[in-house]
């Protein structure tokens, strides 16, 4: 049985399925179809930290089905902006596991990526598989992917 590893940078799609669906990404959805597929050894979903009652339950439930949630504190300066994003902890939890696994499965529409998986495609014993929404998913990451799944009405709640 194939064994997968799923990487989900939370912030990512729940903004992108937002903003262009309006409604929230379906996580059972996907494990369900993965799990149909092979077997999920590693996953995880990198969120921030705001404390709030929501987003606890939803990290909670994120448990529930199976991830590891890893959370970063969500920082927001003076002058307005804010900081929070994963993009190294996950570039650095897909190069530390790929060689565990025979799909790596990343969610995220985030073109910074796109050199992670040509690294990790030059294993021709990983598949690279990307979900993203396909409006707003760098055309680059979708190259980069050995499969790209784009987000549809079946991954949505």
């Known amino acids: 049985m194939p064994r997968i590893a ?5 912030q990512n799609i729940y903004y992108t399925t937002r903003q262009a669906f309006g409604r929230q990404f379906n996580y ?4 369900q179809h993965l799990s149909e ?11 921030t930290h705001r404390g709030d009652d ?4 939803f990290q909670d439930a994120l448990k529930h089905i199976g991830f590891t949630v890893k ?10 902006s804010s900081k929070g994003d994963w993009d190294v902890g996950i570039a650095v939890d897909v190069m530390t596991l790929a060689s565990q696994v025979d799909t790596v499965v ?47 009405d079946d991954l949505l709640l």
């Open 71 to 80: 959370l970063k504190p969500y920082i927001q300066r003076s002058d307005g």
């Open 54 to 57: 929501g987003q606890t339950k």
């Open 37 to 47: 597929r092979g077997e999920i050894v590693h996953a995880m979903a990198y969120a």
């Open 106 to 152: 990343l969610l995220s529409g985030d073109g910074d990526f796109d050199v992670l998986l040509e690294r990790i495609n030059v294993d021709p014993g990983v598949r690279t598989e990307v979900y993203g929404v396909e409006s707003l998913t760098a055309r680059s990451l979708i190259d980069s992917a050995s499969v790209y799944h784009p987000i549809g």
């Open 28 to 31: 059972r959805a996907l494990w």
């Open 6 to 10: 799923v990487f989900a940078d939370v």
